[in-house]
Protein backbone atom coordinates (compact mmCIF):
# COMPACT_ATOMS: atom_id res chain seq x y z
CA UNK A 1 0.00 0.00 0.00
CA UNK A 2 1.66 3.60 -0.84
CA UNK A 3 -0.34 6.53 0.54
CA UNK A 4 0.25 10.18 -1.38
CA UNK A 5 -0.82 13.53 -0.10
CA UNK A 6 -0.31 17.09 -2.13
CA UNK A 7 0.77 20.11 -0.65
CA UNK A 8 1.56 23.06 -1.71
CA UNK A 9 -1.55 24.83 -3.20
CA UNK A 10 -2.76 27.96 -3.10
CA UNK A 11 -4.18 31.54 -4.37
CA UNK A 12 -1.68 32.98 -6.66
CA UNK A 13 -1.47 36.24 -9.52
CA UNK A 14 -0.62 35.57 -12.71
CA UNK A 15 3.12 35.23 -13.40
CA UNK A 16 3.63 34.00 -9.86
CA UNK A 17 4.79 30.52 -9.05
CA UNK A 18 4.11 27.77 -6.64
CA UNK A 19 5.68 24.64 -5.77
CA UNK A 20 3.90 21.27 -5.58
CA UNK A 21 4.70 18.62 -2.87
CA UNK A 22 3.76 14.64 -2.85
CA UNK A 23 4.48 13.24 -0.20
CA UNK A 24 4.72 9.27 -0.13
CA UNK A 25 4.57 6.94 2.45
CA UNK A 26 3.96 3.04 2.94
CA UNK A 27 5.45 0.80 0.45
CA UNK A 28 7.63 3.62 -1.41
CA UNK A 29 10.18 1.02 -2.88
CA UNK A 30 7.65 -0.25 -5.09
CA UNK A 31 6.68 3.12 -7.33
CA UNK A 32 8.17 3.42 -10.73
CA UNK A 33 6.93 6.53 -12.22
CA UNK A 34 5.13 9.55 -10.02
CA UNK A 35 2.69 11.84 -12.29
CA UNK A 36 0.81 15.05 -11.61
CA UNK A 37 -2.87 15.65 -12.84
CA UNK A 38 -4.74 18.23 -12.78
CA UNK A 39 -8.59 18.74 -13.42
CA UNK A 40 -10.76 21.93 -13.59
CA UNK A 41 -14.39 22.25 -13.12
CA UNK A 42 -16.07 20.92 -15.89
CA UNK A 43 -13.09 19.86 -17.34
CA UNK A 44 -11.62 16.13 -18.14
CA UNK A 45 -8.80 15.32 -15.94
CA UNK A 46 -5.34 16.30 -17.93
CA UNK A 47 -2.20 14.79 -17.63
CA UNK A 48 0.67 17.51 -16.47
CA UNK A 49 4.00 16.04 -15.72
CA UNK A 50 5.66 12.41 -14.77
CA UNK A 51 9.23 10.95 -13.20
CA UNK A 52 10.27 8.00 -13.43
CA UNK A 53 11.76 8.07 -10.28
CA UNK A 54 15.22 7.25 -9.39
CA UNK A 55 16.39 7.38 -13.48
CA UNK A 56 15.22 10.77 -13.36
CA UNK A 57 13.31 10.80 -16.90
CA UNK A 58 10.98 13.57 -17.19
CA UNK A 59 8.03 14.21 -18.82
CA UNK A 60 5.40 17.50 -19.78
CA UNK A 61 2.63 18.14 -21.35
CA UNK A 62 2.80 20.94 -24.15
CA UNK A 63 0.46 23.18 -21.88
CA UNK A 64 2.98 23.50 -19.23
CA UNK A 65 6.46 22.61 -20.83
CA UNK A 66 8.85 25.23 -20.01
CA UNK A 67 7.11 26.68 -17.14
CA UNK A 68 6.50 23.28 -15.02
CA UNK A 69 9.45 21.15 -13.60
CA UNK A 70 9.12 17.87 -12.26
CA UNK A 71 11.40 16.85 -9.52
CA UNK A 72 12.00 14.24 -6.61
CA UNK A 73 13.60 13.99 -3.07
CA UNK A 74 14.17 10.12 -3.27
CA UNK A 75 15.64 10.52 0.85
CA UNK A 76 12.45 12.15 1.52
CA UNK A 77 9.96 9.91 -0.64
CA UNK A 78 8.85 13.30 -2.35
CA UNK A 79 8.43 14.37 -5.76
CA UNK A 80 8.04 18.59 -6.76
CA UNK A 81 5.93 20.30 -9.07
CA UNK A 82 7.77 23.71 -9.32
CA UNK A 83 5.17 25.49 -11.67
CA UNK A 84 6.76 29.04 -13.04
CA UNK A 85 5.01 31.58 -14.93
CA UNK A 86 1.46 30.83 -13.86
CA UNK A 87 -1.53 31.71 -15.84
CA UNK A 88 -5.11 31.69 -15.17
CA UNK A 89 -5.64 28.51 -17.48
CA UNK A 90 -3.90 26.64 -15.00
CA UNK A 91 -6.50 27.04 -12.21
CA UNK A 92 -7.64 23.27 -11.24
CA UNK A 93 -7.14 20.67 -8.53
CA UNK A 94 -3.94 18.95 -8.55
CA UNK A 95 -3.20 15.47 -8.13
CA UNK A 96 -0.26 13.83 -7.98
CA UNK A 97 -0.48 10.04 -8.48
CA UNK A 98 2.00 6.45 -8.51
CA UNK A 99 2.55 4.04 -10.91
CA UNK A 100 3.86 0.58 -9.81
CA UNK A 101 6.48 -1.33 -11.79
CA UNK A 102 3.30 -3.37 -13.81
CA UNK A 103 2.16 -4.29 -16.75
CA UNK A 104 -1.22 -2.89 -15.90
CA UNK A 105 -2.62 0.06 -17.06
CA UNK A 106 -3.39 3.25 -15.46
CA UNK A 107 -2.29 4.66 -12.15
CA UNK A 108 -2.38 2.53 -8.90
CA UNK A 109 -2.40 5.04 -6.06
CA UNK A 110 -4.00 9.11 -6.16
CA UNK A 111 -3.68 11.86 -3.59
CA UNK A 112 -6.62 13.54 -2.33
CA UNK A 113 -5.27 16.54 -4.27
CA UNK A 114 -4.79 20.64 -3.51
CA UNK A 115 -6.36 23.42 -5.21
CA UNK A 116 -4.29 26.09 -7.01
CA UNK A 117 -6.40 29.15 -8.45
CA UNK A 118 -4.91 31.68 -10.36
CA UNK A 119 -6.33 34.98 -10.73
CA UNK A 120 -5.42 38.38 -10.28
Known amino acids: QVQLVESGGGLMQPGGSLRLSCAAS????????VGWFRQAPGKDREFVSA????????YYSDSVKGRFTISEDNAENTVYLQMNSLKPEDTASYYC?????????????WGPGTQVTVSS
Open 26 to 33: GRTDSIYV
Open 97 to 109: AADKNTTAPGYDY
Open 51 to 58: IILREGTT
